[in-house]
């Protein structure tokens, strides 16, 4: 059962893959949609594709049907295959659809791989700072006590957060949750989203990932959706609310407005060097001149998640000097701490 009863970015690439599949060999679309709510185990999914097949009988399109369930279908979909039942090229549209999804979900599949490791790492480390806190650092604590040795400030911190962790434990779930949510509540304001979304992408390595990754999406979405028969100026008004970082989302939008305005998309991208390689204007503008944009568009982002791909590869080996240092730091902080005023009472002896 899938978690949550969600449909899954796997699920939807099936269903687009098997309904370009159907309409290729003339099924119509109230028995495709018939059928595949047969085959999927989703029942959310199940109970979403008998509605529109029930929709598609008493006569509506099936772009507005599909429109009916955004957290489903997301607007590109609803888009192409609108345009897709006006120029009667549904099938061809569907095609390229399935191929966008099927991209998306490679390059979302190869971030996740690659962040599994640091990930585990960190946790794992948390884990056991914590565990030495509650389990090791009051035992030092009523060392020194008895002791009576002046304690330098490293070593007051630590045995307060150590004698805090330890006296109220079972207090530490909650607010870990406390302070999951406020930074999730934090994180869904405008100040908030543009605070933390401007700043991952000045994280070494991680923010590359973030300006190469918008990139393809950019490219591929805008490209597919070009290539479909979507006007520029509608496609840029999709591709803004399919991006993430809301610089990116902001970016699009003023692109879509200059180019209202008279200006080419090559024109427009060029104020935008900091999110989009310089590079990817020049291109563009080769594919305005031509007349071939959409392709050139799919070439970069082919070219571009092929640079993430690269990236994920050797994340782990990149980023495993940062980890050993935190880690380094981490511990040297915690031995120090405990020696230091060790050291200092033999010193005295």
């Given at each position: 059962?899938?978690?949550?009863?969600?449909?899954?970015?796997?699920?939807?690439?099936?269903?687009?893959?098997?309904?370009?599949?159907?309409?290729?060999?003339?099924?119509?679309?109230?028995?495709?949609?018939?059928?595949?709510?047969?085959?999927?185990?989703?029942?959310?999914?199940?109970?979403?594709?008998?509605?529109?097949?029930?929709?598609?009988?008493?006569?509506?399109?099936?772009?507005?049907?599909?429109?009916?369930?955004?957290?489903?279908?997301?607007?590109?979909?609803?888009?192409?295959?609108?345009?897709?039942?006006?120029?009667?090229?549904?099938?061809?549209v569907l095609n390229i659809l399935a191929k966008q999804l099927e991209k998306e979900h490679d390059l979302r599949s190869k971030l996740k791989n690659a962040m599994i490791y640091p990930?585990?790492?960190?946790?794992?480390?948390?884990?056991?700072?914590?565990?030495?806190?509650?389990?090791?650092?009051?035992?030092?604590?009523?060392?020194?006590?008895?002791?009576?040795?002046?304690?330098?400030?490293?070593?007051?911190?630590?045995?307060?957060?150590?004698?805090?962790?330890?006296?109220?434990?079972?207090?530490?779930?909650?607010?870990?949750?406390?302070?999951?949510?406020?930074?999730?509540?934090?994180?869904?304001?405008?100040?908030?989203?543009?605070?933390?979304?401007?700043?991952?992408?000045?994280?070494?390595?991680?923010?590359?990932?973030?300006?190469?990754?918008?990139?393809?999406?950019?490219?591929?979405?805008?490209?597919?959706?070009?290539?479909?028969?979507?006007?520029?100026?509608?496609?840029?008004?999709?591709?803004?609310?399919?991006?993430?970082?809301?610089?990116?989302?902001?970016?699009?939008?003023?692109?879509?407005?200059?180019?209202?305005?008279?200006?080419?998309?090559?024109?427009?991208?060029?104020?935008?060097?900091?999110?989009?390689?310089?590079?990817?204007?020049?291109?563009?503008?080769?594919?305005?001149?031509?007349?071939?944009?959409?392709?050139?568009?799919?070439?970069?982002?082919?070219?571009?998640?092929?640079?993430?791909?690269?990236?994920?590869?050797?994340?782990?080996?990149?980023?495993?000097?940062?980890?050993?240092?935190?880690?380094?730091?981490?511990?040297?902080?915690?031995?120090?701490?405990?020696?230091?005023?060790?050291?200092?009472?033999?010193?005295?002896?």
């Open positions: 059962m899938n978690i949550f009863n969600r449909v899954s970015l796997s699920e939807k690439l099936m269903f687009i893959n098997n309904l370009q599949l159907m309409v290729s060999t003339g099924v119509s679309l109230p028995r495709a949609f018939s059928i595949l709510s047969e085959q999927t185990k989703n029942r959310k999914f199940k109970k979403v594709l008998k509605e529109i097949s029930e929709k598609i009988v008493k006569g509506k399109d099936l772009s507005e049907s599909l429109s009916d369930y955004p957290n489903i279908f997301s607007e590109i979909v609803c888009s192409m295959v609108s345009v897709g039942e006006e120029a009667g090229t549904l099938e061809k990930v585990i790492l960190i946790s794992f480390m948390i884990i056991i700072g914590i565990v030495m806190m509650i389990m090791v650092v009051p035992k030092f604590s009523e060392l020194f006590s008895s002791l009576g040795i002046t304690l330098p400030i490293a070593t007051r911190i630590l045995i307060f957060i150590g004698n805090g962790l330890a006296k109220y434990w079972y207090l530490l779930p909650i607010i870990l949750l406390v302070l999951f949510f406020l930074i999730r509540i934090i994180l869904k304001t405008p100040a908030g989203k543009s605070l933390w979304d401007g700043w991952s992408l000045r994280i070494p390595v991680i923010g590359k990932i973030i300006i190469k990754t918008n990139t393809t999406y950019t490219s591929r979405t805008l490209g597919s959706l070009i290539a479909s028969g979507v006007p520029i100026v509608r496609s840029l008004e999709v591709v803004s609310k399919t991006l993430g970082n809301v610089h990116y989302k902001r970016a699009i939008a003023d692109t879509e407005e200059k180019i209202k305005k008279g200006s080419t998309l090559s024109e427009a991208l060029m104020e935008y060097e900091n999110l989009y390689p310089s590079v990817i204007p020049q291109i563009i503008r080769i594919g305005e001149e031509t007349g071939k944009t959409s392709n050139v568009l799919e070439k970069i982002a082919e070219f571009f998640e092929k640079e993430v791909d690269n990236i994920t590869k050797n994340l782990s080996a990149v980023l495993e000097p940062f980890l050993i240092l935190l880690v380094g730091l981490c511990v040297g902080f915690f031995a120090l701490s405990i020696i230091q005023p060790l050291y200092g009472m033999l010193n005295t002896i």
